[in-house]
């Protein structure tokens, strides 16, 4: 296992739609202020981002796990929510179960799974229906060199 | 083109006139879904949006955009106005719909970031 330099794990609260995105903004600034190269942090960021706007659209409540080892960054959420009936149709763009209200919030429109799959190098996807979803990605520092 | 050249064309009012306007953008990411917006990785664009809610201007931080156009003359509420103060993208609105503004921006030579 590489070795951890960085852990930091944020509250997501469903369905806030104002506070959405500030931690993905704090992820931006720590990985800023430790001199990551902007196209790692513009990968990193949108993976977090999405990733959270699922937690706020879908889930009852969310922790997001941002992680920096000497290898990669990690983006981990674990919710409590409806879970995920069938992964591989959800991972096609343009696939969404999105209400209305969601869509009016310019998100559901069956791209936040493929933009996570797109910007991260692994990502892992485990689902229990009723229970909730655990995401993992990771991107890895040394794949924009 | 500079975002004042952008201004004028458009027929913009300026939210944000702290900002300097004379920064140069050459592509567009034009869309109302944010996913759509991020798909695409083209740094300093312009968005050009009809989604005024304060994810509008999260995603334009994200995307690391430069400027965001609202399009349609729409109301942007001062919550979405002040998270862009707070990162800096400066923040225009134009009467022109969606398709006019694009074509116009196109005749002029900006091209498409998706």
Redesign the interface.
């Known amino acids: 296992m590489p070795e951890e330099l960085f852990k930091k794990t944020f509250t997501i609260l469903s369905r806030n739609?104002?506070k959405?995105?500030e931690n993905?903004?704090e992820i931006?600034a720590i990985l800023k202020g430790l001199g990551f190269d902007?196209?790692t942090i513009?990968r990193t960021?949108?993976v977090a981002?999405?990733a959270e706007?699922n937690v706020v659209m879908y889930a009852r409540v969310g922790t997001l796990t941002f992680r920096i080892t000497e290898e990669d960054i990690q983006i981990e959420i674990m919710d409590e929510g409806p879970g995920i009936p069938d992964i591989e149709q959800a991972m096609q763009p343009g696939f969404s179960t999105a209400s209305d209200e969601m869509r009016e919030?310019?998100?559901g429109?069956g791209?936040?799974l493929?933009?996570i799959k797109?910007h991260s190098d692994t990502l892992k996807i485990e689902s229990q229906i009723g229970k909730g979803t655990t995401l993992f990605a990771s991107i890895k520092l040394n794949s924009n060199a | 083109m500079t975002l004042e050249q952008i201004k004028n064309l458009l027929g913009c009012q300026v939210l944000t006139p702290e900002f300097d306007l004379s920064n140069e953008v050459s592509t567009v990411l034009a869309s109302d879904g944010m996913s759509e917006i991020l798909a695409f990785h083209s740094p300093g664009a312009l968005m050009v949006t009809g989604l005024t809610n304060i994810q509008s201007v999260r995603t334009a931080d994200v995307a690391d955009v430069r400027a965001i156009v609202y399009i349609r003359g729409k109301w942007i509420g001062e919550k979405t106005i002040e998270l862009a103060r707070q990162k800096e993208i400066p923040v225009l609105t134009t009467p022109l719909g969606m398709f006019d503004v694009c074509g116009i921006l196109r005749e002029h030579g900006m091209k498409g970031a998706m």
């Open positions: 739609f104002d959405a995105g993905s903004s931006k902007s196209e513009r960021v949108v981002f999405e706007m919030m310019g998100f429109f791209m936040g493929p933009n797109k």
